[in-house]
């Protein structure tokens, strides 16, 4: 029987939701073929529930502090003996920063095959693994495959498969050692912001801003909506390269991937590497006083209109239906 193995990310002590997506994606497509999952870091046999309710049969366990930080040549190591432990034909990954990293390691030390990015999988009755991922900026797609060689790995979008619990026992955790792997680069310390927001590579609700907000002060119009509807606060390249709000909100090709549920689009014309980073939402309302921006060729739903008079009256009409 071959095996299906998952790299788990951890974030606080927390799974990340990227990673159970992909493990309930591993569950799906295994047909009788075991599911392991790889967990790292100190307090990692933690998440044998989380594990066991999407579909992992049998967790592995670094439980060594020096994987804390997630150094990606560690945990490549660990990911590459956790293949050999367990005779792994196929390896998925969470397409997060840190799991595409370590993923393009792997494939490179195994010698094997990688299909990244990818929004739909599929495996063959000869156990060659098929993606489909975007190409082109987005514009189209393209179905790649990995024929022969084996272990087939994949990172998988996140917020694009669905993370299914099931009525299930947590998984049997069986530790592993930790691989000798030399750690090159050290973390000495990790700032996070005093209040903390919600990550737009894993917000199911995106509200973004672009350069029709004119300044950034004005992006107390963007955050309004995203804290009316739950969500996160998302930018065009052109405002963060102004120096309006951080990089860690910027949409795009040079920047987050996503794929939420709803993505709105206040004041963004639509640059084509803005479309790359959010084309696959499932749902995209755009607000722009410009009929012609290209925005709206790629929206569910379009308001021609000034964001100012807009977003104000969509915020309070939000407030009021969660309100009753």
């Known amino acids: 029987m071959a095996a299906i193995l998952v790299l788990i990310e951890r974030r606080s002590g927390q799974v990340k939701p990227a990673s159970l997506q992909a493990l309930s994606t591993a569950s799906r497509l295994a047909e009788g073929d075991e599911v392991v999952a790889l967990a790292l870091g100190a307090g990692a046999a933690s998440v044998a529930a989380d594990a066991g309710k999407h579909g992992a049969q049998r967790l592995l366990v670094v439980e060594d502090a020096a994987f804390d930080a997630f150094p990606p040549e560690a945990c490549t190591a660990a990911l590459v003996a956790a293949v050999k432990e367990t005779g792994a034909d196929t390896v ?7 799991g595409r ?5 792997a494939a490179a030390k195994l010698e094997t095959g990688l299909l990244s990015d990818v929004v739909e999988i599929q495996r063959t009755a000869g156990g060659a693994l098929r993606g489909k991922r975007p190409v082109y900026s987005g514009k189209a797609y393209a179905w790649d495959t990995i024929p022969t060689a084996r ?5 998988l979008r996140p917020n694009v498969f669905p993370a299914e619990a099931k ?18 680069a050290k973390v000495t310390r990790t700032e996070l912001p005093a209040a903390q927001e919600l990550d737009v590579a894993e917000a199911s609700i995106i509200v973004s801003g672009g350069r029709g907000l004119k300044e950034p002060a004005n992006f107390s119009l963007v955050k309004g909506l995203a804290d009316a509807l739950g969500g996160a606060v998302g930018a065009s390249r052109a405002v963060v390269d102004a120096g309006w709000i951080s990089h860690a909100h910027q949409v795009g090709q040079t920047g987050k991937v996503v794929s939420p549920s ?7 014309s639509g640059a084509i590497q803005h479309l790359a980073g ?24 379009g308001i021609v209109g000034d964001l100012f ?3 104000p009256v969509l915020t309070e009409e939000i407030k009021k239906i969660r309100a009753s």
């Open 278 to 301: 959010m084309s696959s939402s499932k749902v995209i309302v755009a607000i722009n006083k410009d009929p012609e921006a290209p925005i709206f060729k790629a929206a569910t739903y």
């Open 167 to 184: 009525d299930a026992s947590p998984a049997p955790v069986s530790p592993i050692a930790p691989p000798g792997a030399p750690v090159r």
């Open 101 to 105: 990293d370590v993923a393009a390691a």
């Open 309 to 311: 008079e807009v977003v």
């Open 262 to 268: 709803l993505y709105v689009a206040c004041g963004i």
């Open 92 to 98: 998925l990954v969470a397409g997060t920063t840190w």
């Open 151 to 155: 272990p087939s790995i994949a990172t």
